[in-house]
């Protein structure tokens, strides 16, 4: 049986680079990743001393610290904590608190966001952890794991804004990337660029482990360093799969240069509504598929993904191999195998639970099923279209809008680069809808014609009442993000509250 001991088992003997750090110029074996995780049982002395099943927090981005951190803690039987360097202090101090971290590791260049907490471990990687001590005995150092123990606890607000704590075992993290793994045809001559931060699913799950499990090559990078590298990263390392959010493929679009060579097979994208307009000039330009998936941290990385060879566009895909997907109907309480609802997800990808969150978890359960919040449709063959989140849905007088459908259509006036749709309250209405447009390169002409595309290629009732631009109206120069570049809606209805 396949867990995550047996895997560095499995490698302890291979003498061939598997893990490359290009920021950082460091390259790992099989080897030298088995003789890291060891020789860390002597350089942390206060982790040692604990007794299992505490909540270790660490504050790395992709880095070798990360990596082999992050395995250290979970076979030494705690759960690990990733906190996200860009957050403040005080943002990092409250997911501390709220976690009950024992302690938490970060490298000397995150030191001053963590000067307020007392329990901390300043660790940098050295060459010497690389060497072998055949004192230590893996046995010994790391104990057998229960597969349905809590290992990870991801703290992600999204694009909503409200932190939350979900907790994966293994037995979710290992069934959801052996099913990538196994859909995406990764294999041990699969070389994956992680850019996507591993202290969140879509870096940790979907590049990293689905490759991880397969053996094959990990490349591990933070995006910021590397999106105008984009395409020569590809070339160097002969990258041929990744997993991208669409904010990400879009800058690529316009900053990531241009394509030298034919390495890249496909590109994982998901995360948020991935405009059809975006992949289309993506997929004209670059020449590399893109799969679309559906999933949230809550069933781990990926719940629906598309078939890789025949794409149906319109929709994010059907059930990944060992989930089951359904709709619930609000009117009538049942679940439905198709047809229009909240979107409901069941499977081994199916998280524990939120963290020290009882009334969430009762309202969020229904029949062995996760409600996921998400508004879509699944149809005869087992396609599942997303419409909205439940919490982004429009009600315009009784009419039921999806920001989605606005965000595609916008897309599609080619001098916008990218776009938000936000309800607001409205007296008359009970909401009104409301947009946020950032072009290319801001020209006052392109107001007027892409008000004219709009009232052309939607009805009436979808107009947004008001369109505001970048770089004109607005004080801030860019939309608010999170670190997977996800907008972040509810800023966006925060901005209104002083601009209506």
């Not at 001991?5 to 061939?16: C, D, M, T, Y």
Request: charged share 25%; proline share 2%; with cysteine.
């Amino acid at each position: 049986m396949l867990t995550l001991k047996s895997k560095i088992l499995s490698i302890k003997k291979v003498k061939e680079r598997l893990f490359f750090f290009p920021l950082q110029n460091i390259e790992l074996s099989g080897y030298d990743f088995f003789n890291c995780l060891l020789n860390l049982s002597k350089v942390l002395n206060k982790i040692e001393k604990l007794k299992k099943n505490k909540n270790i927090a660490i504050l790395y981005d992709n880095s070798v610290e990360y990596l082999i951190l992050s395995f250290y803690i979970i076979l030494k039987k705690h759960t690990l904590v990733p906190l996200n360097p860009q957050l403040a202090p005080l943002e990092i101090l409250k997911i501390i608190k709220q976690s009950n971290s024992t302690y938490v590791i970060s490298g000397k260049e995150n030191e001053k966001k963590i000067k307020e907490v007392k329990n901390k471990i300043i660790f940098n990687f050295y060459l010497k952890l690389k060497e072998n001590k055949k004192n230590l005995k893996f046995n010994k150092v790391f104990k057998k794991q229960n597969k349905n123990k809590n290992i990870l606890l991801l703290y992600t607000s999204g694009s909503t804004g409200v932190p939350k704590g979900s907790l994966l075992t293994e037995k979710n993290i290992l069934s959801n990337a052996l099913k990538i793994s196994e859909h995406h045809k990764i294999d041990r001559k699969t070389k994956t660029l992680v850019l996507m931060p591993m202290f969140h699913n879509n870096g940790f799950i979907i590049s990293f482990m689905s490759t991880f499990l397969a053996n094959g090559k990990t490349i591990i990078s933070p995006a910021n360093f590397i999106i105008y590298k984009f395409w020569t990263i590809i070339k160097k390392f002969k990258i041929s799969y990744t997993s991208l959010m669409p904010a990400v493929l879009s800058m690529i679009l316009n900053h990531g240069g241009k394509r030298q060579n034919k390495s890249l097979k496909i590109i994982a994208c998901g995360g948020q509504k991935l405009s059809r307009v975006l992949l289309s000039r993506f997929e004209k330009k670059f020449k590399t598929k893109i799969i679309e998936h559906y999933g949230l941290t809550e069933t781990t990385a990926i719940s629906s993904v598309m078939n890789l060879k025949k794409r149906n566009l319109k929709s994010v895909g059907r059930a990944i191999r060992g989930t089951m997907i359904k709709v619930y109907d609000s009117k009538t309480k049942k679940l439905k195998n198709n047809g229009y609802g909240e979107i409901c997800v069941s499977g081994n990808n199916v998280f524990s639970g939120y963290y020290n969150n009882k009334k969430l978890n009762e309202e969020k359960k229904f029949k062995n099923f996760f409600k996921t919040g998400d508004y879509g449709q699944i149809d005869k063959k087992k396609n599942l279209y997303f419409a909205a989140r439940k919490d982004f849905l429009i009600i315009k007088g009784g009419e039921n809008i999806y920001p989605a459908e606005i965000e595609n259509t916008i897309y599609q006036f080619k001098k916008v680069n990218e776009c938000a749709v936000v309800g607001y309250d409205d007296k008359i209405y009970g909401e009104e809808i409301y947009a946020f447009v950032k072009f290319k390169k801001y020209k006052s002409l392109y107001e007027k014609q892409l008000n004219n595309f709009l009232v052309k290629n939607l009805a009436r009732f979808k107009l947004p009442k008001k369109i505001f631009y970048f770089n004109k109206e607005l004080k801030i120069k860019d939309f608010p993000k999170t670190t997977t570049q996800k907008i972040k809606y509810k800023d966006l209805k925060n901005i209104l509250k002083n601009e209506i």
